[in-house]
């Protein structure tokens, strides 16, 4: 027996719906907040907790964690809880974690909030897009991603990073947990009068405990290896190869195990018979690698070489959001009103952030923010075009049923990219540091001229200052020691800045073979599926299956209703709503078996 449920529209005005939109982008921005607290506020709270640098890495380990585990999570709860509801709770617990850390100086209380932080970002992370994609017909998607994006991507490599500077300069790093409290706050007064899509009711399935266990023992070790490796010089250390073996073997069994669990796993196999999904999964890895490491070196470079102060740092990648937002309002356009396809502004982003890269790469000790700021603009446009398109790409053609669950795992792979890219930047750059000393050591040999010179004139600065001839002596060679090791870390930089521009180089002709090669097999696919239907169609019917360009479309869709049943596909449904319409609200009509 099926049974018709239709779904009221909700009674909200459009300025309710805003209201929602509103809402998420604050509620992202919590996350945003949070989750760079400790790229500048790293000795400060290590001094403040008295903490070694192996306990403080917990609080980043568990914070990444719970992040990516709740990304694996949370599609589940959008199947039992209302995902405006969820929104809501997940923003309390990010404020109400955040107001007790700014209270505490406890390491083991700091690290469990952490992970608390970590759960409830990625709720909000998958909760909002997934609010705005069944909420809002597809036609204007471009422009509310653009807008969820500002909270989700650009704060946290701009506006998160200025702000804390900031607030480590002028208060202490306890005011960046207290200034997501009141946003926190906003955000859940704005959701709670907003009108959001009500919730589909749909077959429950119960919880995959043994996959999430699998997946959480294999996220858990990928995380702490690539946090950690470096700084145990990765496979030289015992603990890092055991956590890499037993990620992948987790990895490999839950896989397994989720291919055994026929279609009642945590993974939702049916996302990859979407061929853009699939591309924009893939590419997701090396869109994070490219946004986490630049983000990465380029207040790192600030702060280690040119001795700018936290808010200088900060501030440094700050004019880059307004090009990054400009770029992602300009392909909204594009692609809302000129209704340019999203994969048009894909290789302008990939050229600028190889461009922008290839220009720090020329970076000095003596460069300021002036002279860096082109490069960091043109990233900042490169990235806005690059991501926006890859999300409308990885989830237009999703429907209901599986969202949620790719949004996740789009994030998921994002994340861990990210956190591959930063590892491989850092070791390249711990080597190069210690090669460069090396060589630019063995040319600085005593009874060089230019040695010679360098400490003479160093040595009579020093004593003209006060200092006794011995004493002097030893400063200028300490000093010189100091040059060296500069230079080299400069030439190390500047290495990893040509790493990332080549990362595209090198990937993006294995994306285009990969696009290519997803676009001929679902060309062969589509072939024998029209073949298979044709065979198969009754010619008493009136309706032959010709060669137009509707035909694979419509057997498609056929032959997977037949392999899936009736189910919900109220994705196509909200497709045939007005696009001129003022009204927001979800009507939704599916069919139950």
């Known amino acids: 027996m099926t049974t018709v449920v239709a779904i009221a529209p909700s009674r909200g005005t459009s300025e309710r719906a805003g209201l929602l939109v509103a809402g998420i982008v604050l509620a992202t921005l919590t996350e945003a907040i949070a989750s760079t607290v400790l790229s500048l506020g790293r000795g400060d709270i290590i001094g403040d907790t008295y903490a070694t640098p192996d306990e403080f890495a917990w609080l980043d380990v568990g914070y990444t964690t719970l992040k990516l585990i709740g990304f694996m999570a949370v599609p589940w709860l959008i199947s039992r809880i209302n995902p405006l509801s969820l929104i809501?709770?997940?923003?309390?617990?990010?404020?109400?974690?955040?107001?007790?850390?700014?209270?505490?100086?406890?390491?083991?209380?700091?690290?469990?909030?952490?992970?608390?932080?970590?759960?409830?970002?990625?709720?909000?992370?998958?909760?909002?897009?997934?609010?705005?994609?069944?909420?809002?017909?597809?036609?204007?998607?471009?422009?509310?991603?653009?807008?969820?994006?500002?909270?989700?991507?650009?704060?946290?490599?701009?506006?998160?990073?200025?702000?804390?500077?900031?607030?480590?300069?002028?208060?202490?790093?306890?005011?960046?947990?207290?200034?997501?409290?009141?946003?926190?706050?906003?955000?859940?007064?704005?959701?709670?009068?907003?009108?959001?899509?009500?919730?589909?009711?749909?077959?429950?399935?119960?919880?995959?405990?043994?996959?999430?266990?699998?997946?959480?023992?294999?996220?858990?070790?990928?995380?702490?290896?690539?946090?950690?490796?470096?700084?145990?010089?990765?496979?030289?250390?015992?603990?890092?190869?055991?956590?890499?073996?037993?990620?992948?073997?987790?990895?490999?069994?839950?896989?397994?195990?989720?291919?055994?669990?026929?279609?009642?796993?945590?993974?939702?196999?049916?996302?990859?018979?979407?061929?853009?999904?699939?591309?924009?999964?893939?590419?997701?890895?090396?869109?994070?690698?490219?946004?986490?490491?630049?983000?990465?070196?380029?207040?790192?470079?600030?702060?280690?070489?040119?001795?700018?102060?936290?808010?200088?740092?900060?501030?440094?990648?700050?004019?880059?959001?307004?090009?990054?937002?400009?770029?992602?309002?300009?392909?909204?356009?594009?692609?809302?009103?000129?209704?340019?396809?999203?994969?048009?502004?894909?290789?302008?982003?990939?050229?600028?952030?190889?461009?922008?890269?290839?220009?720090?790469?020329?970076?000095?000790?003596?460069?300021?923010?002036?002279?860096?700021?082109?490069?960091?603009?043109?990233?900042?446009?490169?990235?806005?075009?690059?991501?926006?398109?890859?999300?409308?790409?990885?989830?237009?053609?999703?429907?209901?049923?599986?969202?949620a669950s790719g949004i996740g795992l789009f994030n998921t792979g994002r994340q861990l990219g990210g956190l591959a890219g930063v590892a491989a930047l850092q070791t390249l750059i711990d080597h190069n540091v210690a090669g460069n000393v090396a060589v630019l050591g063995a040319n600085v040999t005593a009874g060089g001229h230019a040695v010679i010179d360098r400490l003479t004139a160093t040595t009579a600065m020093l004593a003209a200052k006060g200092m006794d001839a011995a004493a002097a002596s030893r400063a200028a060679t300490s000093l010189l020691g100091r040059a060296v090791t500069g230079q080299s870390t400069v030439i190390a930089f500047d290495t990893a800045f040509n790493a990332v521009a080549l990362l595209f180089v090198f990937a993006a002709p294995v994306l285009v073979a990969i696009k290519i090669g997803i676009a001929r097999y679902a060309e062969v696919r589509a072939a024998r599926l029209l073949e298979t239907q044709g065979r198969a169609h009754d010619p008493q019917s009136g309706v032959e299956p010709d060669g137009r360009s509707g035909a694979i479309p419509f057997f498609a869709e056929v032959s997977e209703r037949a392999e899936n049943g009736p189910q919900n596909n109220d994705h196509a449904q909200r497709e045939e709503r007005s696009d001129d319409s003022d009204n927001n609200d979800v009507a939704v009509a599916f069919s139950v078996s």
């Not at 490219?290 to 790192?300: D, E, V």
């Not at 280690?304 to 356009?333: E, H, K, N, R, Y």
């Not at 982003?349 to 960091?376: H, P, R």
């Not at 999300?391 to 969202?403: E, K, P, V, W, Y």
């Open 88 to 403: 809501i709770a997940a923003t309390l617990a990010m404020g109400t974690a955040c107001g007790i850390a700014a209270v505490t100086f406890r390491l083991d209380l700091l690290v469990a909030l952490r992970m608390v932080q970590g759960f409830s970002g990625a709720t909000l992370l998958v909760s909002g897009q997934t609010v705005i994609f069944l909420a809002y017909p597809r036609s204007r998607q471009p422009v509310l991603q653009a807008l969820f994006a500002m909270g989700s991507v650009v704060a946290p490599g701009t506006i998160a990073p200025a702000l804390q500077g900031w607030l480590l300069d002028s208060q202490s790093w306890t005011w960046i947990f207290f200034s997501i409290v009141p946003v926190a706050l906003a955000a859940v007064g704005l959701l709670l009068i907003a009108d959001g899509p009500m919730p589909a009711r749909t077959a429950r399935r119960p919880f995959d405990w043994v996959g999430f266990s699998l997946v959480s023992v294999a996220l858990s070790c990928f995380t702490y290896v690539f946090s950690q490796g470096s700084r145990w010089d990765w496979f030289e250390e015992p603990r890092i190869l055991w956590l890499a073996v037993i990620g992948v073997a987790a990895l490999l069994t839950f896989l397994g195990q989720q291919v055994l669990a026929k279609g009642q796993g945590l993974l939702d196999f049916t996302l990859f018979k979407s061929d853009d999904f699939l591309f924009a999964f893939i590419v997701s890895f090396v869109a994070g690698a490219a946004l986490f490491g630049s983000a990465f070196l380029i207040p790192s470079f600030a702060v280690a070489v040119l001795a700018f102060t936290p808010t200088d740092a900060g501030q440094l990648l700050l004019p880059s959001g307004v090009l990054f937002v400009g770029a992602l309002l300009i392909a909204a356009f594009l692609m809302q009103v000129r209704r340019v396809p999203p994969f048009a502004t894909v290789p302008f982003g990939i050229l600028m952030i190889m461009v922008a890269m290839w220009m720090l790469s020329g970076s000095t000790s003596e460069s300021g923010a002036d002279d860096m700021m082109a490069a960091i603009l043109l990233r900042g446009f490169g990235l806005g075009f690059l991501f926006l398109s890859i999300t409308l790409i990885a989830f237009s053609n999703l429907d209901s049923r599986n969202l």
